[in-house]
């Protein structure tokens, strides 16, 4: 079982900056594939960023490619997402997700959930 927890969401005006962060519990972190998703009101959850258990392989959606970039922290149990040049249209709640193994993007590929974390862009 593992237990995730975002935070660092808020309100930031368009051009801004935030940082998420996820610690995680329950299981070898250092192992598990984790990934960020968001999901927009009246929308489908959408894939954002992906990190390898090591930290040492990432890809990033097209969408947020060159503004946001994703990193972790395995003695913090902690991955991170750094969102630079932010929009109106990266308004969303953001998810925390993790899978022992294997790169998806798929969110029903993934087990385990955080609660999410409301980023809201102004214009």
């Known amino acids: 079982q593992v237990q995730l927890v975002e935070s660092g969401g808020g309100l930031v005006q368009a051009g801004g900056s935030l940082t998420l962060s996820c610690v995680a519990s329950g299981r070898t972190f250092s192992t598990n594939v984790m990934a960020w998703f968001r999901q927009a009101p009246g929308k489908e959850r959408e894939f954002v960023a992906i990190?390898?258990?090591?930290?040492?392989?990432?890809y990033l959606a097209n969408s947020v490619k060159g503004r946001f970039t994703i990193s972790r922290d395995n003695a913090k149990n902690t991955v991170f997402l750094q969102m630079n040049s932010l929009s109106p249209e990266d308004t969303a709640v953001y998810y925390c997700a993790c899978r022992a193994v294997g790169v998806s993007y798929t969110a029903r590929d993934y087990p385990y959930w955080g609660q999410g974390t409301q980023v809201t862009v102004s214009s």
């Open positions: 990190i390898s258990g090591s930290g040492g392989s990432s």
